[in-house]
């Protein structure tokens, strides 16, 4: 898969960095990298920029004003443009060094920028820099993986959608169509990676406005965002509160960097009002977190603040329900102790759930969803994402008071044809 990494000499050693990270990738065939440094072959400076970019899948951009003024840059903006806005590349944005980066006609394209806070690279330390580049290089490594994740997910939410609503629901038949080309494509043998990554990009992004599309003839909102998470806690009386609160502390802190994506919370959510919950908020991640108990109760409250339990069986009727809304959302999380068995149950019907098998100590479950969302918010698939939280589990290797060792308790479900 080509990458154009695209810089301004000053900005050579950091980009240089970023190559060393993604130097086993390179030696594997797996990404082909060109750079300014390509340029200068003695062709003219559009040609030089037209094989630059010929079966380009992805553009980074060290953004810094010494970019903005380079020859070659001015020439490939208004082409990355086009190309992006027809979704035929990928585009990074990397904020290297302060500019006047918002009075850019690129600044204006969708998309979110790196580092994803106020913070430019260059005002990082030299640790944070390279963390920074660490895990943006993991994030170009697992790119191509990470879409065919997204086209298989994205298939099997047509096929689910074709059950409820049938063949004849407009444009699902076109939508269906790209997933048959994209697989004779690759059954070819003779479409390069990039041209397979460019295909799956403007795919992924043509089923995400068809998915808005359906919500909004559902009468739902068109608005929400794919990546909305909905999170439900409850807290009995008589129960500590300390997860809830250090697990949302901990979101927070990821969401920061990610400001586009919403999140709804609602909290000390009663048992009976659940579905009513789900029903007004409907979001691609349901994230549940209560405590769970041995005997297969989800704790939630009742209107005193007093437990009411759920069971999966119960759960199970919940979700039916908005199954036959289409509303169902794409991931369940349920972040508590003695939840597997909820999460297999509603695999049933929820394309992807997690649950967690025994008891599981509160540092653990909060390191859990950390990871997941740092993962998944940076654009890696929800089976990525669940086993870096389990590898960061594996890592912590913690005990809680009754020894039980932390290793692998989170569990990942499918949905069941």
């Given at each position: 898969m080509k990458i154009c990494l695209f810089y301004a000499p000053e900005d050579r050693p950091i980009a240089h960095v970023l190559l060393a990270l993604l130097e086993s990738e390179i030696r594997a065939s797996n990404i082909i990298i060109v750079s300014p440094e390509h340029l200068n072959t003695g062709m003219s400076l559009h040609e030089e920029t037209e094989k630059l970019l010929s079966d380009c899948a992805v553009f980074v951009l060290f953004v810094s004003a010494q970019v903005f003024a380079?020859?070659?840059?001015?020439?490939i903006e208004p082409i990355l443009i086009d190309r992006f806005k027809s979704n035929r590349i990928c585009y990074f944005p990397i904020k290297v060094r302060h500019c006047l980066w918002e009075a850019s006609e690129i600044s204006k394209l969708d998309e979110p920028v790196h580092p994803n806070n106020s913070i430019w690279f260059s005002e990082y330390s030299n640790q944070d820099q390279q963390d920074f580049l660490k895990?943006?290089?993991?994030i170009l490594s697992s790119l191509y993986d990470s879409y065919k994740e997204h086209v298989r997910d994205g298939k099997m939410s047509i096929e689910r959608t074709m059950e409820q609503f049938g063949t004849e629901y407009q444009g699902i038949e076109q939508v269906k169509k790209q997933f048959e080309t994209f697989e004779k494509m690759v059954e070819s043998g003779t479409y390069s990676r990039s041209s397979l990554f460019i295909?799956?990009?403007a795919l992924i992004k043509d089923l995400n406005h068809f998915f808005v599309k359906i919500r909004k003839t559902q009468g739902g909102n068109p608005d929400i965002d794919l990546q909305d998470i909905l999170y439900l806690y409850a807290n009995p009386i008589g129960k500590a509160a300390a997860l809830f609160e250090r697990e949302l502390k901990q979101i927070d802190n990821v969401l920061e960097s990610y400001r586009e994506t919403k999140i709804v919370k609602r909290s000390q959510v009663e048992a009976f009002e659940l579905l009513k919950e789900l029903t007004l908020h409907p979001s691609k991640i349901v994230h549940i977190a209560v405590h769970g108990s041995r005997d297969g109760y989800l704790m939630f409250v009742d209107d005193a603040d007093n437990m009411d339990g759920i069971t999966a069986d119960r759960l199970y009727r919940v979700f039916e329900q908005l199954k036959s809304k289409g509303l169902l959302p794409e991931l369940l999380l349920i972040n508590a102790c003695h939840s597997k068995g909820h999460a297999e149950k509603l695999a049933e019907l929820v394309p992807y759930t997690i649950g967690m098998n025994g008891s599981i100590p509160v540092t653990a479950a909060v390191k859990f969803a950390e990871i997941f969302y740092l993962n998944y918010l940076a654009g890696a698939s929800i089976l990525f994402s669940f086993e870096e939280?389990?590898?960061a589990l594996k890592k912590l290797n913690l005990?809680?008071?009754?020894?039980?060792?932390v290793h692998e308790m989170p569990h990942f479900f499918n949905h069941k044809k």
């Open positions: 380079h020859p070659a840059y001015q020439m895990s943006f290089s993991g295909y799956m990009y939280g389990v590898l005990d809680d008071v009754r020894d039980q060792k």
